[in-house]
């Protein structure tokens, strides 16, 4: 019972982003009293989009410009995920409203200037392929609502930097907002936005007393409407003139042009929303939430129904043939031992690969580590996105200083293998894993590089990942395999034989490729619906929120990994085949199998992702993100066979 209120404490304290450590800014009015703020800061952070992988930073497109501003620090997770926040030229006071301002000096690209003519065709570029602004606001994003399917409001954490009519006349993405956009082969540049700032009042609360008098507030919520207008030569009083057209970019330019960018700033007050429940209005709107909840618990029931039997089959199973094992006494009735108890004498025979084994298990034990260590953080609200980059932050550092039980492990077990070079063990278990990740993120960040994206890594970045890699990691793996290779060798229930006993033929239910396939299907069932919002999350600029359920998932995926690879290990045991080290790991670890058709499928279905170059960035994180849910999921099928072989082996009398 206690558990099940846990949990549901963890669900339901998902929608209020109160972060411990995270205060509250209050603004006023007037610039002279200390305990508020007068300016409102306005940061940009990179641009993205849906139909590439590759984002840019602000300034990478033609855009005005702050003077002289310093960006706020980025952490760790941050850098690595490409977000590059940077101070705005956009001047907003709290509650003075702004009507039509200019925000920078017109910008003129001339039809025979190269110069001029490349800046243009970025523009364009980021138009077509559908870039979305990141625009922040007291640590919020700034959002763009609208209207969906069924009448449903949404409100997206980006808006468009403009949009493209095709030859044909048709709109693309944004454009079909307005009947203006029109013009065939045409590009419509969003160079103004209506920003509209809702504040808490601080007049009936106890922190509005320090607030002199004056107007003032907490921001509940920045949302803002995107518009293309042509200014002309006098940008003052368009925005509101409906005679003014849009800011029209013909595909073929043969004149010059200019673009004026504008603003509009207006305040309101909103007393029904707390600073502490501000992002629930983001979270509410989100597509597919609400229909998926009843979905998600609907396979949660199913998966944990289906381990509920899996194990109480097993059990049964097993006391029966443990008390009728035990009742063998005579020469004549021991002659008729069959099944698992046949193969004691060669169940613990170390296998072949014991190093490779070895090591992938040390690794996979610290993605374990890591995965649930941060899941638990994120649950209780640590790792919120209020906070930006803390989740990637916390799990990178997290599975440096995690080193010590990926040695611990690997050593233990290499030893109960009989190996003897300690060496190769712990520069394996510290250097194959983690490199072959390295290398495949090293090699796309040169992609990156190239392309001149916000997501490539700065060279001292990379260097500081390698100093913690090599000036943390490693030596945590070095003292665990030191503290493992000092205990003695883990003790095995039976002995093993000299010779080994002859596996007899199997049918193709008990070989071992079909019953890994069959392996990984039941843990992926209980997976498939949370991955979707996962990947959204990575590839849509979708906010993930939903760690309650996620954490669920994690452990029902742990359980459901542990039954179905003890299942299968017994049936091939009672089939006499008593080669289950490797194969208990793959069972489990072939749902990564799964989950890379599953991004194939994602791939071809929801992403309209386009150009060689972002193809292969996608499928370069999917092979990393595989890669590490292989190691984890067969770490948690081995190590649950570990236990079950030793368990059922310690309990029959073996002569």
Not at 105 to 117: E, H, I, P, Q, R
Not at 137 to 166: A, I, K, L, R
Not at 403 to 409: E, I, L, M, N
Not at 435 to 460: E, K
Request: with cysteine.
């Amino acid at each position: 019972m206690i558990r099940i209120c846990l949990v549901s404490t963890l669900l339901l304290g998902v929608h209020g982003f109160y972060l411990p450590g995270l205060a509250p800014v209050t603004y006023c009015s007037s610039p002279d009293i200390v305990s508020c703020q007068n300016e409102i800061k306005l940061f940009v952070n990179r641009l993205n989009s849906e139909e590439s992988v590759i984002p840019y930073e602000y300034h990478h497109f033609d855009f005005c410009e702050a003077d002289g501003d310093h960006a706020p620090a980025e952490n760790l997770g941050q850098v690595v995920f490409g977000e590059r926040i940077m101070p705005s030229p956009y001047k907003i006071k709290f509650g003075e409203a702004q009507e039509c301002s200019v925000l920078c000096s017109k910008k003129v690209y001339k039809a025979g200037d190269s110069d001029s003519m490349k800046k243009l065709a970025l523009l364009k570029k980021g138009m077509f392929m559908n870039y979305q602004h990141h625009w922040i606001v007291d640590n919020m994003p700034v959002t763009w609502c609208y209207q969906v399917e069924n009448q449903q409001h949404y409100c997206s954490t980006g808006f468009p930097m403009g949009c493209y009519v095709d030859k044909k006349g048709n709109p693309k993405d944004a454009c079909v907002i307005s009947r203006a956009y029109s013009q065939p082969d045409t590009y419509y540049i969003f160079n103004h936005v209506d920003i509209t700032i809702s504040y808490h009042s601080g007049q009936d609360e106890d922190w509005g007393k320090y607030l002199g008098g004056v107007l003032g507030g907490r921001i509940v919520a920045v949302k803002l409407v995107p518009r293309s207008i042509n200014h002309g030569d006098d940008p003052k009083g368009k925005c509101q003139d409906s005679s003014a057209g849009p800011m029209a970019i013909p595909g073929d330019l043969k004149e010059d042009i200019g673009i004026t960018y504008t603003y509009s700033v207006d305040f309101k007050q909103n007393q029904e929303t707390k600073w502490s429940s501000r992002w629930d209005y983001i979270l509410e709107s989100m597509p597919h939430t609400n229909i998926q909840w009843f979905s998600i618990l609907n396979s949660l029931v199913i998966v944990l129904f289906l381990s509920g039997m899996v194990a109480m089959i097993l059990l049964r199973t097993l006391h029966k043939d443990i008390a009728r094992y035990n009742q063998i006494d005579s020469g004549e009735d021991a002659q008729e031992e069959f099944g698992w108890k046949l193969v004691h004498g060669d169940v613990f025979r170390p296998p072949r690969k014991g190093m490779l084994l070895s090591v992938l298990l040390g690794s996979g034990v610290q993605l374990l580590c890591m995965a649930s260590i941060t899941l638990i953080f994120a649950c209780l609200g640590f790792l919120s996105p209020a906070n930006r980059g803390a989740l990637m932050t916390c799990a990178l550092v997290l599975f440096v200083c995690l080193g010590t039980p990926a040695g611990y492990v690997a050593s233990r077990i290499y030893k109960s293998f009989g190996g003897e070079k300690w060496k190769s063990n712990v520069l394996l278990t510290s250097m194959l894993c983690p490199g072959i990740v390295f290398a495949h993120f090293f090699i796309m960040n040169l992609v990156l590089w190239y392309y001149g994206s916000s997501a490539a890594i700065p060279f001292f970045t990379l260097v500081a990942l390698l100093a913690l890699w090599f000036g943390v990691s490693v030596p945590l793996t070095f003292v665990g395999a030191y503290f493992g290779f000092r205990k003695p060798v883990i003790e095995q229930p039976v002995r093993t034989n000299q010779i080994p006993r002859q596996i007899p033929d199997q049918s193709i239910y008990t070989q071992p490729i079909p019953g890994i396939i069959m392996g990984g299907v039941l843990p992926f069932g209980c997976i498939f619906i949370q991955l979707f919002f996962v990947l959204n999350s990575i590839w849509s600029s979708q906010i993930y929120y939903m760690y309650g359920f996620l954490f669920l998932v994690y452990l029902i995926l742990i359980i459901t990994c542990s039954e179905t690879t003890i299942l299968l290990c017994y049936f091939h045991l009672c089939a006499e085949d008593y080669h289950w080290w490797w194969r208990s790991f793959l069972t489990s670890g072939f749902t990564a199998f799964y989950l890379a058709m599953y991004c194939v499928h994602y791939f071809f279905t929801k992403l309209d992702i386009e150009g060689a170059a972002s193809t292969f960035l996608y499928f370069g994180y999917t092979s990393i993100m595989v890669f590490c849910f292989f190691l984890l999921t067969g770490s948690i099928g081995f190590f649950s066979s570990f236990w079950f072989v030793r368990k059922i082996y310690s309990v029959v009398k073996v002569d």
